[in-house]
């Protein structure tokens, strides 16, 4: 799918996660490749190193620009994924501090995150691209942190 270029920060984050939620999905099944405890691992680097500040700079960047110059704003859209964030970051607190294994929650987290994904960048940031203001995206673009695995 073709993305605006100064949203391919929040794309190439949205990449990692997607790669990883199969991974979540897949532990403690026979297409496990990475076991509870190292998934957990992972899980935890990834959300202290991009995914926490993922969600703030949608919510603190893109989301305002889009309620501020969007003259057709899908506002369900912004429920859905405000609310997705908070699930997310739910499972993620409910994970990281557990004192056994959760391998089902780890697999709803894993659904959760690839679907969040797949509705960020298929109808979300299409409507934003659509009526954000292209000097204002290339000015956001500015305030995403990078990627730490590819730096982009």
Do not use: C
């Not at 405890?37 to 703030?56: A, P, S, T, V």
């Not at 700079?57 to 989301?63: F, G, M, P, R, Y």
């Not at 739910?90 to 994970?95: I, S």
């Not at 940031?125 to 292209?134: D, L």
């Amino acid at each position: 799918m073709k993305r605006h270029e100064s949203l391919y920060p929040l794309s190439h984050h949205h990449h990692h996660a997607l790669v990883m939620a199969v991974d979540m999905t897949q532990v403690g099944t026979e297409k496990e490749k990475h076991s509870y405890r190292e998934m957990l691992r992972q899980l935890i680097d990834f959300w202290e190193k991009d995914g926490n500040q993922h969600f703030h700079d949608e919510e603190t960047v893109l989301i305002p620009l889009y309620l501020a110059y969007g003259e057709e704003i899908d506002h369900e859209a912004v429920k859905r994924m405000l609310y997705e964030h908070a699930q997310v970051r739910g499972y993620v607190h409910q994970l990281r501090h557990s004192t056994r294994a959760m391998t089902n929650e780890m697999q709803e987290l894993g659904q959760l995150l690839q679907d969040h994904i797949r509705f960020e960048e298929r109808h979300l940031f299409p409507k934003v691209e659509e009526q954000i203001p292209e000097k204002y995206l290339y000015q956001a673009n500015g305030q995403f942190m990078r990627d730490s695995y590819s730096g982009f």
